[in-house]
């Protein structure tokens, strides 16, 4: 059974960092390729960002882009979102989740955890 579980979130002025971590287990980490999702209340999960198995080329959403970096350790089965620049546009709860493949950032499992709630003030 996949087991996700993110953490890093947190209440932030607007320009400040946050790091978030997601710990994956119950699948082979290093097989799949990983992205970050966020969801505000009544609005669907939004895929923002994604890095292949082996790491290598990321891809973002464009209203991340140039903010937010994507990293993964295979030996420790983590994923990584490094979010710098924070905007209140930002403030919502991010996801992880194993991806099939990169091409798009649409959700391709229905593998979820909890999530962790990031908000942003002005």
């Known amino acids: 059974q996949v087991h996700v579980a993110e953490s890093g979130g947190g209440s932030v002025q607007a320009g400040d960092s946050l790091t978030l971590s997601c710990i994956v287990s119950g699948m082979t980490f290093e097989n799949y390729p990983m992205g970050w999702f966020r969801q505000i209340p009544g609005k669907e999960r939004e895929g923002i960002s994604c890095?292949?198995?082996?790491?290598?080329?990321?891809y973002y959403t464009d209203s991340v882009k140039g903010r937010f970096t994507i990293s993964r350790d295979n030996a420790k089965n983590t994923l990584y979102l490094q979010m710098d620049n924070l905007k209140p546009e930002d403030t919502a709860m991010y996801y992880c989740a194993p991806k099939k493949a990169c091409v798009i950032l649409a959700p391709d499992f229905n593998y979820w955890g909890r999530g962790t709630q990031v908000t942003v003030t002005s």
């Open positions: 890095i292949p198995s082996s790491g290598g080329s990321t």
